[in-house]
């Protein structure tokens, strides 16, 4: 597609439940990068994806956040057992290359409302 | 551990005036970029100009220009002519060359255009 596509656009889930969150990165784009954005906060990494590497998962703030790319296009990011404090945007952004940071296209995010 | 802080939370400014959005940095590498990225009411985080360390002049991109001081480790944003469309969030990041491109972002500035 002509850019990077997120969904939903907005979610609500009660506490405790599990989520997915999903990425379409813009065709070719080899690397994929997730960020979150709590209220009036900056962008957070969480994790990113560089073709066929280990991901990065350095960011991640807990082992019931995961992300997966499958065939180097499409991601989901799954939050098992949601928290209140889990409530956030989710941006992924996506880039031709790693090696010049910044050179990317973001999506415009999931608004995720855990109650 | 690399910072970005932007100490000013919100800003105003009239339209067709001029303002300036400070960023300060801390890092021990010497290879890295700086951004600014807007993001508007829509979520989606639009790049607006990018800076390489290496590179002693600062960068312009028509109303929008850079004073990159090194030394000092400061990068701040200046809008020339504001328009109403230029009221959104501003980011200021950093990322070091080859290191996967993951970005550091500053908290945000929140700039109203006043007409």
């Known amino acids: 597609g002509a850019g990077v596509s997120q969904s939903p656009s907005n979610k609500v889930t009660e506490k405790g439940k599990d989520v997915e969150l999903r990425c379409d990165p813009i065709?070719?784009?080899?690397?994929l990068y997730w960020y979150r954005q709590s209220l009036g906060q900056g962008l957070e990494f969480l994790i990113y994806?560089?073709?066929?590497?280990?991901?990065?998962k350095s960011g991640l703030p807990s082992d019931r956040f995961s992300a997966e790319r499958t065939g180097g296009s499409v991601s989901t990011l799954t939050i098992q057992r949601t928290q209140q404090e889990d409530s956030a945007v989710y941006l992924c952004?996506?880039?031709?290359?790693?090696?010049?940071?910044?050179?990317?296209?973001f999506g415009s995010g999931t608004r995720l409302t855990v109650v | 551990a690399q910072t970005v802080t932007q100490s000013q939370p919100e800003m105003s400014v009239q339209e067709a005036e001029t303002v300036t959005l400070s960023c300060t940095y801390d890092?021990?590498?010497?290879?890295?970029?700086l951004f600014w990225y807007k993001q508007p009411p829509s979520r989606q985080m639009i790049l607006v100009i990018r800076?390489?360390?290496?590179?002693?002049q600062n960068a312009t991109e028509n109303r929008f220009s850079v004073n990159f001081q090194k030394a000092a480790k400061s990068f701040s944003l200046k809008i020339s002519d504001s328009q109403l469309g230029d009221t959104a969030m501003y980011f200021c990041?950093?990322?070091?060359?080859?290191?996967?491109?993951?970005?550091?972002f500053g908290q945000g500035t929140e700039l109203s255009v006043k007409p």
């Open positions: 952004a996506s880039s031709a290359t790693t090696l010049s940071p910044g050179g990317y296209t």
């Open positions: 065709s070719g784009h080899t690397a």
């Open positions: 994806f560089q073709g066929n590497s280990a991901p990065d």
């Open positions: 890092t021990s590498e010497n290879n890295y970029y």
């Open positions: 800076q390489e360390a290496y590179k002693q």
């Open positions: 990041a950093f990322g070091v060359y080859n290191q996967g491109g993951k970005l550091i």
